[in-house]
């Protein structure tokens, strides 16, 4: 039971435009979310998250959109620029919960000069 | 160090041998995950360590598994008699009890068993 899904594994965009990344999940027990960044050989590196009680929230960038009722959240990244492409994972927290973040695949991110 | 530390950076390991790889997460963390990345698959959760409670060990595949964290920093992760499915990057993560703000990951261990 995948309880975080990011459907697209590739998105493509052109730099300078907007990059809008997906996230659904099944569990309602998530207290918060965060999207990670991986480069290639390297760990995930934190970049952002959202507390299931606010909408949005914004770093620069980067701005994160809940939406509760349809269980989907998504990464905007304006504009896009060379080094935004990597993996970009999205995970679900439940501070009840000990099994620590749940994360969905992933979705690889391609900026085009 | 300023980050969580992961040795070493690659193993290769026949099929059946014992592997142990190892994880310094940052000083004052006080929980540590263990996590692992299977080709074309996302971030797995194998086992969290929290303080000096009990280690939460749902993840874990199989018995063949099993982690342990000495004096609340150094854990170490171990899998015995490996098979090829083993094969994945291992990846350590510690945060400050109040993970909301993200945990910070290691570089990881691929694995490779052949």
């Known amino acids: 039971d995948q309880q975080v899904k990011q459907n697209s594994p590739s998105l493509s965009v052109q730099e300078g435009r907007i990059s809008i990344l997906n996230c659904d999940y099944t569990?309602?027990?998530?207290?918060?979310f965060l999207w990670y960044k991986k480069y290639p050989a390297e760990g995930p590196t934190f970049l952002i998250s959202i507390s299931s009680i606010k909408d949005k929230n914004e770093d620069g960038r980067f701005t994160v959109f809940l939406n509760k009722s349809a269980k989907h959240l998504s990464l905007h990244i304006v504009p896009s620029q060379p080094g935004d492409s990597a993996v970009y994972f999205c995970?679900?927290?439940w501070g009840g919960g000990a099994d620590g973040l749940t994360f969905g695949k992933g979705t690889h991110l391609i900026i085009q000069p | 160090g300023a980050g969580v530390s992961q040795s070493p950076s690659n193993k290769v390991t026949e099929k059946g041998k014992d592997v142990e790889l190892r994880c310094d997460p940052i000083s004052g963390h006080t929980a540590l995950y263990w996590y692992r990345q299977r080709l074309g698959q996302g971030l797995e959760f194998l086992i969290y360590f929290q303080g000096n409670s009990a280690p939460d060990k749902s993840g874990l595949p199989s018995d063949r598994f099993s982690a342990e964290r000495t004096g609340g920093s150094v854990s170490t992760l171990t899998i015995q008699r490996t098979q090829q499915e083993d094969s994945a990057v291992y990846l350590c993560?510690?945060?400050?009890?109040?993970?909301?703000?993200?945990?910070?990951f290691g570089s990881g261990t691929r694995l490779t068993v052949v």
């Open positions: 569990n309602s027990m998530f207290d918060y």
């Open positions: 995970a679900g927290l």
């Open positions: 993560a510690s945060s400050p009890y109040q993970a909301e703000e993200g945990y910070t």
